[in-house]
């Protein structure tokens, strides 16, 4: 059930904080459409807007310190790691040293560069600033989760962080790594609920439908497994091995 890192959690982290403009700015409807479009995985177009949306002359600091953190996910989302990290060195820098935004944006620094203590160091203070925000939540559940190393998987520590990121904005990436975080606790009832609707929602993503199945195959419901195991496999055949060694597995 690993993921791909960057992309599991970057898309739940553009969020626009500024309170001194107004909907009708240039850079407020440029950076939603770029938000829009980076939800729906459309990364190129996503990038477009965010880079037009920093051009806007009204911007305060902290409005583009997050269209720059936007604009380092998306380049994240391309993997293209060092234009992300000159991004979130960029953001970083509009805002006061050790505050929440910049902890925040110094973490993605380090987990870019693969030092993820140092993040998880700056992530735990930035928490400790500012509990109830995604971002904070939202990382720190996918480290426990062990996506940045197995040597911090802890699924039990990740669960808070991902029910409360759910609770805060739920959508189908919060439901995706909360689905995770069960299937990782051996909860594969609980699991199997977030996997059918988000299965349901979005039958073109095949991760969904392969994680999907794999629950039911762990529930012993083989033939419904083994009906989305073949749908996978019909639209990308090179998921056969992986399909194979978790059933081997399994058995």
Request: aromatic share 12%; hydrophobic share 30%; with cysteine.
């Given at each position: 059930m690993k993921k791909n890192i960057i992309i599991k959690w970057s898309l739940l982290?553009?969020?626009?904080?500024?309170?001194?403009?107004?909907?009708?700015?240039?850079g407020v409807k440029r950076n939603q459409a770029g938000i829009n479009y980076m939800n729906a995985g459309k990364?190129?177009?996503?990038?477009t807007e965010f880079t037009q949306a920093?051009?806007?002359p009204k911007l305060p600091d902290d409005a583009k310190g997050t269209i720059?953190?936007?604009i380092a996910l998306t380049y994240g989302e391309l993997e293209k790691k060092d234009s992300s990290i000159h991004y979130y060195t960029i953001a970083a820098k509009l805002f006061k040293k050790n505050s929440y935004d910049y902890l925040v944006n110094m973490?993605?620094?380090?987990?870019?560069?693969?030092?993820?203590?140092?993040?998880?160091?700056?992530l735990l203070k930035a928490s400790a600033l500012n509990p109830e925000d995604l971002s904070v939540n939202n990382t720190l559940g996918l480290i426990y989760l062990g996506d940045y190393g197995d040597e911090f998987a802890d699924p039990e520590k990740a669960l808070p962080y991902n029910k409360k990121a759910d609770a805060i904005s739920s959508n189908r990436i919060t439901e995706d790594i909360l689905g995770r975080n069960y299937?990782?606790?051996?909860?594969?009832?609980t699991a199997e609920m977030y996997y059918e609707k988000i299965h349901t929602q979005y039958p073109e993503i095949l991760s969904y439908t392969l994680s999907t199945a794999m629950i039911k195959y762990k529930l012993k419901k083989n033939e419904y497994a083994e009906m989305l195991?073949?749908?996978?496999?019909?639209?990308?055949?090179?998921?056969?091995?992986?399909?194979e060694t978790f059933k081997a597995n399994n058995r």
């Open positions: 982290l553009t969020l626009f904080s500024c309170n001194q403009m107004t909907r009708e700015d240039d990364y190129e177009l996503a990038l920093i051009k806007d720059y953190r936007n973490a993605g620094v380090d987990l870019h560069k693969g030092q993820t203590q140092n993040a998880l160091n700056k299937y990782d606790l051996e909860n594969y009832e195991f073949n749908q996978v496999i019909a639209k990308d055949s090179s998921y056969t091995e992986t399909i």
